[in-house]
């Protein structure tokens, strides 16, 4: 699992309030991604870095932000929480060059009421 | 970008059969592709994968074929057990981005 926690690892908000998940990585990879999973569409990329302060937008990155500032930690942000963004949210990481696996969390459920 | 479709959506197998899963990918430049299973409560964890200079891949009961000309790939398992019922995705990787994934297979193998 390299190493990957995710925190919190459930969580109940209600419309409108931001909220913050936190992914955190142990093994020193460069690359790091948030995924969000919901029946019926999959593994969807919504935002990843591919460096300290370096982020990139996935196919369904509006409504969220992120943000890294330490190799180990990436931040994935609701800034104002709708009932649409209530799914499972996963992290995954990746080691620089031509290794393509990518290690995934064991994510957060998040419902947005 | 790279499109990523999967099929079936859902495969019902008896134990000892095989289940086959197929993914075809859009873009012609992906050269990486990954089959991870996902079990109840857990993250995605990778099976085996397949570079694009490579036309098939064996590990134990799975394997996984590549036809870049038809911009398919396949996962096959063979023998299969009740612990191999789980959902499985195939993805594709976009250059310089990240995996993208199909829609994923719950696959159920009953006793």
């Known amino acids: 699992d390299a190493g990957i926690t995710q925190s919190p690892r459930h969580k109940v908000t209600e419309t409108g309030t931001p909220v913050t998940l936190r992914c955190h990585q142990t093994e020193n990879h460069r690359y790091m991604y948030w995924y969000r999973q919901d029946p019926g569409h999959g593994l969807r990329l919504i935002h990843y870095?591919?460096?300290?302060?370096?982020?990139d937008k996935g196919e369904v990155s509006d409504g969220y932000s992120v943000s890294r500032s330490k190799t180990e930690d990436f931040l994935l942000t609701l800034e104002s929480a709708t009932s649409s963004q209530t799914s499972v949210y996963f992290c995954?990481?990746?080691?620089?060059?031509?290794?393509?696996?990518?290690?995934f969390g064991p994510g957060t459920r998040l419902t947005v009421l | 970008g790279e499109n990523v479709e999967q099929h079936p959506s859902t495969l019902s197998v008896q134990e000892g059969d095989s289940a086959v899963i197929k993914c075809t990918y859009s873009d012609s430049a992906s050269n990486y592709f990954p089959w991870y299973k996902q079990e109840l409560g857990k993250g995605p964890q990778l099976i085996i994968d397949i570079r694009s200079n490579v036309g098939e891949k064996k590990d134990q009961r799975i394997a996984v074929t590549l036809n870049k000309t038809a911009k398919h790939f396949s996962l096959h398992i063979t023998e299969t057990q009740p612990e191999d019922s789980a959902v499985y995705f195939c993805a594709g990787y976009q250059a310089g981005t990240a995996l993208i994934f199909g829609k994923g297979t719950t696959l159920s193998v009953s006793s």
């Open positions: 995954a990481t990746r080691l620089a060059g031509e290794n393509n696996e990518q290690f």
């Open positions: 870095s591919y460096g300290v302060k370096d982020t």
